[in-house]
């Protein structure tokens, strides 16, 4: 749709959605303008029926939904054991052990003709499982055959949740309060089964740590190393609602984004199999001798990086970042008062065809570096946003590139021919 409204409109253009007015851009002048002048506490627009469901529980906004101070609490803790490459680097091999049993289970699963029954499934079990390694250092079972009840219902209610949401997006919140919509209650429902489920897990390990804390085990001795929970609940900065609700957020992120991107390189590689070729025969050299990558061995792998990237400007999952402006601005020439809900249009400028000559053309080549670059004529950083951008961007930026680096060098090197 936003690729329409640019053909017909242009760079800029006002639409109301729902109870929203939004300003739409597109160039990378406009992306560059409102994010460099966003101020210490960069905020989006709410999502109107998550925010509803919170208030009506009494939970915490998390990092998700709060805005000013209240957010910035939220990152100060959770930066630190995501952001930060150096402690990002220890949840690799915890996200090697995952990726290892999904290979197995996928060798194990393909029928004769090579086919895999329900990739999607698989894919999304591999997420789901890798980000509780992460933030629990629990394994969920979720390759266990079969899923235990409550796990198989959890996973459901990752995309129950999402399907509801995007359902009432646009409905103004205070419907909810009168009339009970089918995804209305939709959300409500699967939203308490994953809270509770999530709850238990979280509980179970703070009472873990409670009881290591009571025996004067100093918990936070081999900090690198601890998981995201034990991290969070050590420093006492959020309360027990507030870290309960975090959690559930990363829970919720990790899984379906993830997910997503590697299930279109996958696709985007079926497709073009002189690129699968090209990024067998890298991952092949440099997983000789290690078949166990972590952040150094894919650093050796710029073909497979560039696979993904090229992913992201393709299908990348945000299609539109948006945020709150903070001060008038002047975009494509029109002023734009503060307050304005401003969409940064990525899936459009990611298709821009005087940036990306052939821009449906799957070329990851227009990501490498120096003379090995093809196809990409843009030096602006603002032109391609696949995690946004600034102190408000992705938190399980680094996280999520682990998991889908990781799985995408072991499905290269053991079994893409099954993809093609
Ligand atoms: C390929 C995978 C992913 C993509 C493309 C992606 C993309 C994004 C984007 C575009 C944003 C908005 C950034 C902004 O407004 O500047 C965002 C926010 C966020 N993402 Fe991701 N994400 C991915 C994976 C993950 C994972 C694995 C997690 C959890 C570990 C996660 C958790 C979050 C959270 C909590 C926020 C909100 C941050 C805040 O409001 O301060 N994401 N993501």
Known sequence: MTEKRRQEYGPIYKETIGNNQIVAVSTSEDAEKVLRAEGKYPNRNPIAPLVEYRKKRNLS?????????????????????????????????????????????????????????????????????????????????????????????????????????????????????????????????????????????????????????????????????????????????????????????????????????????????????????????????????????????????????????ETLRLQPIVFALPRIIDSDLVLSGYKVPAKTFVMIASYVMGRDESVFPNPSQYMPERWLRGSDRQGYNSDSRFQYLPFGFGPRMCIGKRVAEMEIHTLLSKVSFFILDLFS
């Open 61 to 309: 906004m998390g990092v998700v939904l709060s805005k000013d101070e209240e957010w910035k609490k939220f990152r100060s803790v959770m930066d630190k054991k995501m952001m930060r490459p150096h402690e990002v680097t220890c949840y690799s091999d915890r996200i090697n052990d995952v990726s290892n049993d999904l290979i197995q289970r996928l060798k194990r699963c393909r029928g004769n003709d090579g086919v895999i029954p329900d990739i999607e499934k698989e894919i999304n079990k591999y997420t789901t499982e890798s980000i509780a390694t992460v933030l629990f250092e629990k394994r969920l079972g979720m390759f266990k055959e079969p899923i235990e009840p409550k796990t198989e219902q959890f996973y459901q209610s990752i995309t129950k949740i999402l399907e509801a949401t995007n359902a009432i997006l646009t409905i103004p919140p205070f419907i909810f309060k009168y009339i009970f919509t089918k995804h209305w209650k939709e959300l409500n429902k699967w939203s308490d089964i994953a809270g509770e489920f999530a709850d238990d897990i979280i509980e179970e390990k703070r009472k873990q740590i409670e009881k290591k804390i009571a025996s004067n085990d100093d918990i936070t001795r081999s900090n690198d190393r601890v998981d995201f929970l034990t991290y969070v609940i050590a420093t006492g900065k959020l309360s027990r609602r507030e870290a309960n609700v975090a959690m559930m957020e990363l829970l919720f992120g990790g899984v379906d984004t993830a997910a997503t991107t590697i299930l279109w390189t996958l696709y985007n590689l079926g497709k073009n199999p002189h690129v699968q070729d090209k990024l067998r025969s890298e991952v092949r050299s440099v997983m000789e001798d290690c078949k166990e990558p972590d952040t150094s061995l894919i650093e050796k792998m710029p073909y497979l990086r560039s696979c993904v990237k």
